[in-house]
């Protein structure tokens, strides 16, 4: 366990939790959110909401829009908000400012992400070739994703004239081949809280000739990432689970600098024009990161995702990085010692290097018992057939509340 929180000695759980929040750097950020007396543990699913956002979110409506209107576009900052947020998620990311475009789903994203992978590594409908010659008409998946991003990998799959092939993340580098065009990932897997390895599956895929794409959604507020640091190629994640952006808050879009003058959106609107307000009927790609933008930007649930990245200001990553391990440390810890033995399993990585900031317990009748927990006020989630999610976001939970959440499942048993 990381020094800041190393173990107490044979105090109980409840006062080790006690002095371990006592010395809790991150601490005082609990204050900037609107918590409760429950034990929020489904920060992975939606963060809490931060204090600064309703404020902002009213004078949006009734400064900005209400009383400026359209003049707000310049005024306001309105029209450069896509990238300006995009630069605030950067450092989260690890990547360099102008490289990251907020605006779209997480879908959308990675439907432009993944056939512009396509199209970078020069693959599809027989075009390209890879090193003996062959066409790199496929696409690899993550077999374990979220269901979402393979519904995305086969359509964009079908546009380009690839073959879609799901693999497990472990098993990518021996499917890779001259014919990889494109390799769609997950940092972390969203049933089990597994981090994979991206460093090394990145440069695999590079060393195969083909582009990596990234789906950053469970990983990006709670842990490093290093975009930049490992050559990721594209890169997408969500806002609104350990960024706090709120529910169907932008996601965002990353385009490494050296491929952006190549990047070839497959969503080509007029916010992507190197001259938006030309109206000309063929379409010139805008310079940089601003390729991945579409559509008018969602002013409202934007602003509101930049208010909650404040919370940010001066926090490092890597402190955060160091207080989820320990926090999940401690919950598997306290649950070994509440609950019954043979009650719950953990289907998370006991090592650190493969684990992100969730704790899944594989359980009988789980579904009933995460809505037994809730009614007792320990907020995790549920998903089929068998899996307790516990997430867990150091900027405000504690470690009080992992040991009351241990406490109250032990209590089900």
Known sequence: MSEPYAESGTESYASRA???DATD???KLRAQFVLDDTVYLDGNSLGALPRSVPGRIEDVVRRQWGSLRIRSWDESGWWTAPERIGDRIAPLVGAAPGQIVVGDSTSVNVFKAVVGAVRLAGGGG????GARG???DEILVDATTFPTDGYIAASAARLTGCT????????VPDALSGR???VLLNHVDYRTGRLHDLPSLTAAIHEAGAVSVWDLCHSAGALPVGLDEHGVDLAVGCTYKYLNGGPGSPAYLYVR??????????LPGWNSHADPFGMTPDHVPADGALRGRVGTPDILSMLALEAALEVWDDVSIEAVRTKSLALTDFFLECVEAYVPAGAVESVTPADHGERGSQVALRCADAGEVMRRLIARGVIGDFREPDILRFGFTPLYVGFADVERAAGVLGGLF
């Open 134 to 136: 062959e066409a790199r």
């Open 18 to 20: 006690a002095a371990l």
């Open 126 to 129: 027989g075009q390209g070739g």
């Open 164 to 171: 879609l092939r799901p693999v497990a993340p472990d098993e």
């Open 257 to 266: 600098r050296d491929h952006q003058p190549r990047f070839d959106s497959p």
């Open 25 to 27: 750097e991150l601490a």
């Open 180 to 182: 990889t065009a494109a």
